[in-house]
């Protein structure tokens, strides 16, 4: 039997729309309760004797909390310095195996949302899902144990960006990221690309859905095929020409989704019940929406050539198969996402021979991210990268947030200062992603600065932390500046530290926590 | 003497878009004052021709925009009629949403037009002077939305030395950071030095009470304050005449006239860099209603003012109003996409063909004369 959905639901009776408009509602209304259970605290308190970093420089333990993680929380150092760094690399590398429950219940009433069939998010108001989604991502990347995959979603999120401000990518979205990015973040990139390929937010959001061949003269949209290698896979000198963007349209032809409407157009009249009852055309359920699907009729089924490989006419829906295996075994591509990821962890310029030792690892291990990665951080260039990179506003909100064992509801008032700073969480509206490099970062200081007061002297809606209690907790001034600075503090620092007049927002504006 | 805070000789420019929320009535703001179309539509509400200020033999000036004459008289001003989107179902969040974007694409078309140009050095390269941030300029590099640019500063609230400790941090830097750093604290001192007390130049006024004059009014003191200002964003509201039009457009479109008049007065030679775009999601139906009013309708006016534009004339194609040139149910049609107004505009504050490629995708630019 087909469920039925919430607007079949909704207009069984006037009865039931008045019951079902408060489920209809429940996003929203998850928002509220999520807010009152995360009023009980989502931050851990602190126990026991914590032992900040004793070394004046980043020394490896710091080093690897710095970038595999959002910024460490205060008790992470002692830990990680009791189990040892590569224990610690290989239980950030199996996210199943860190216990994460306290986290997860707090944000599962959220979450059972992703889990739908897609077409009953198509049934949600227009801005109920986004808001979601940025919330759960930003409460994830603080409190979640599993950082290094956090951070991964965060790299692939910008790596396949899909902005939900397009069209009804702003229902599919929260389906990209669970069934794209966070099923794929630490496994295959092969699948990871694949099932990006088909994802109904990313047909809408470059314009696969459209592309269509069904008459002589129709020619193919190249939009996706063309990002598909410039930003995914082979990169923009990658060695693929217009021809290759052209074959790769053509091969991708005929598959597309269910859209709201065909017009593209994207205001929901769910809640105007005047409208509604006057188009009894738009009775008719939605839950089908987001549905994709190959239409043969509109295939391009002659034979194509891809990066110099020949694909043979009349295969179809396998066409897709043969384009992602190709771009995702090009030798480019290994060369392309090794740099990626030794820009997100090395260094904005990273040396020639650690993207050489990433590449070949991603090619060895046919796409393999956890190897990939395993690889990475055990470069020479990787460990001796201490303290040079400047963290992204979301890295360093978040950042803040995690060493001050903050409580936060996530919600708009910490968004507001990552939209000063031009990061808030899916709002890059071009397919490149948010930049991975200082450079298009440092405009956003006086933010910076401003939430550190903020966060300091507890003036950030939503969000509080004890500040004398952590200071006690750590024991003193030294400790807390260590803790916050992943080092002992420099002269200088110190002597600002007290006479800033607030000591705790001058070393989360200072210089040494821009840096990670 | 601090160097303009920006990295390359076209920041110097500042782009100001002023959005008229509601759908503004572009044949009252500009009368088609020779066309008796526009009369027998529009028994109770047209506007005689000799109220109205002549532009161009063709088309007379709202008399409440008089303020405005000198600078179309000195070829300062250009009008752009039956202008708007493609967006066919004159709701007011599809066609504002459309038009920010500039398409049916993610993120603003100012947003992507700050993107493509790289970088800015300045923290104070996009601002919106409102509570929020228009969807204009999502995606912008470090936009900020404030009432009062007060707002960017420490706070009155912080710690008597926590900046000048936190300089002297900075001051220890060496490479990006503190430059970063340095080019913070010069905004913020020249923000601090701003009076904003201070009388306009030139002998402009703004209304105290009027929120778009005192938008106006603070952006002129960004730009004076050379802060690296790239872009700006103020909205007009309150144009959405369905009921007794007169009654409620009358006070918008002295605001209108009186404050991009002050704006222009104010700025004085530096208006030569400072480009005002002023744009609505819609026009509204050329017929009155039964209450005085106009419903939502397609085709409205655009205005573009200084940075070189060549105004003095009316530009863009019109057509007249007879029944055959309106679309159905009687508007005056889109015959000028905002796209082509915007886009030459664009091109002077910086934007190459190929950074012109990522604002307007999937659009054919017929970029006008402007």
Known sequence: MKPVSRREFLLTGAAAFAFSAVIFRSAQGWLADGQQYLGMGLAEPLNGKITPPPNDEIDPIAHTLNRLTFGPTPGEYSRVAKMGVAAY???QLAPESIENGRCNRALARFCDLWGEPLGEHYEEDDDALSPILRRVTTLRAIYSKQQLFEVMCEFWSDHFNIDPGKGDCRWSKPSDDHNVVRKHALGNFRDMLRASALSPAMLWYLDGHANEKR???????????RELMELHTLGIHGGYSQQDVMEVARCLTGWT????????????ELFNLKKALSQPANWK??????EVYFQPQAHDGGA??????????????????????????????????????????????????????????????????????????????FLSSAGGKMKRPFHYIVSALRVTNAQTDGDKPVLQFLEKMGQAPFRYPTPDGYPLEATAWHATLLWRWKFALALSNNQIGGTSIERAKLQRQLGGDTALMATVLNRRASAEEGDAFLKSGDGLALLLASPGFQRC | MLANLSANPDDKRTLVVVFLRGGADGLTLVVPTEDDHYYKARPRLALKKKDTIALDGNFGLNPHLAPLEAAWKDGDLAIIHAAGCEDTTRSHFEAQDLMEHGGFVAGGWLGRFLRARGPSRSPLSAVALSPTMPEVLSGAPSAAAFQRIEEFSFGKKSAPNFPAELRRLYEKETGALRVAAENTFAAIGRIEAIDTKAAPENGATYEEKDSFHQGLRQVAQLIRADVGLDAASVDLNGWDTHFTQNLVIDDNIKSLGSGLASFRRDMGARMATTTVVVMSEFGRRLGENSSLGTDHGRGGVMFAMGGGVRGGK?????????????????????WNNYRDILAPILTRHGANAEAMGKIFPDYALKPLEL
């Not at chain 1, 989704?257 to 929901?268: E, F, M, P, Q, V």
């Not at chain 1, 359920?285 to 987001?290: A, E, Q, S, V, W």
Request: charged share 30%; proline share 6%; with cysteine.
């Open chain 1, 257 to 268: 989704l269910r859209s709201k409407k065909k017009t593209g157009a994207i205001k929901s």
């Open chain 2, 314 to 334: 009316m530009l863009g194609t019109w057509s007249g109003l007879t029944r055959e040139m309106l679309e159905d149910p009687g508007d005056l049609p889109v």
């Open chain 1, 285 to 290: 359920p939605l839950n089908d929406r987001g």
């Open chain 1, 215 to 225: 008459k002589p003269e129709d020619k193919a949209n190249e939009n996706y095929a």
């Open chain 1, 89 to 91: 690399i290989d239980e």
């Open chain 1, 304 to 381: 194509k050539t891809v990066l110099g490989q020949a694909i043979p006419a009349g295969l179809g829906e396998g066409d897709i198969e043969r384009v992602i295996d190709i771009v995702a075994t090009h030798p480019s591509t290994a060369r392309f996402l090794a740099t990626k990821l030794c820009k997100r962890f090395i260094a904005d310029e990273p040396a020639e021979s650690a993207v050489a030792a990433v590449a070949k690892k991603f090619t060895e291990s046919k796409g393999d991210i956890k190897a990939t990665l395993r690889t990475l951080f055990a470069t020479p260039e």
